[in-house]
């Protein structure tokens, strides 16, 4: 079993920036995936971000350029850096572990931006 932590949402005005932190507790296989995902009202779950435990990262075109993610396999937390919000960028962020196949979720911090 895997637990998933996050924090560091909240509310900033357009172009601000947020960092979002998510730690994983629990059985962790040293190969893993994790990353961020994110609910706005009214719509589905979308992929964001993710960043495998070798460093391969991948993004969702709408983030590309705007959004950093990285992470301490030391400590198995994954960081999600986001610049020049958008009020598009408005939704529940979701932490997310694939851990040999099993995955799991956080509890979904709120981040708000504003025009």
């Known amino acids: 079993q895997v637990q998933l932590v996050e924090s560091g949402g909240g509310s900033v005005q357009a172009g601000g920036s947020l960092r979002l932190s998510c730690a994983a507790s629990g059985s962790i296989f040293s190969s893993n995936i994790m990353g961020w995902y994110r609910q706005a009202p009214m719509n589905q779950r979308e992929f964001v971000a993710i960043?495998?435990?070798?460093?391969?990262?991948n993004y969702a075109d709408s983030v590309k350029g705007r959004f950093t993610v990285s992470r301490d396999n030391a400590k198995n937390v994954v960081y999600l850096q986001m610049n020049s919000l958008k009020p598009d960028d408005t939704a529940v962020y979701y932490c997310?572990?694939?851990?040999?196949?099993?995955?799991?979720w956080g509890q979904g911090t709120q981040v708000t931006v504003s025009s």
């Open positions: 997310n572990i694939n851990n040999l196949g099993r995955v799991y």
């Open positions: 960043m495998t435990s070798g460093g391969t990262t």
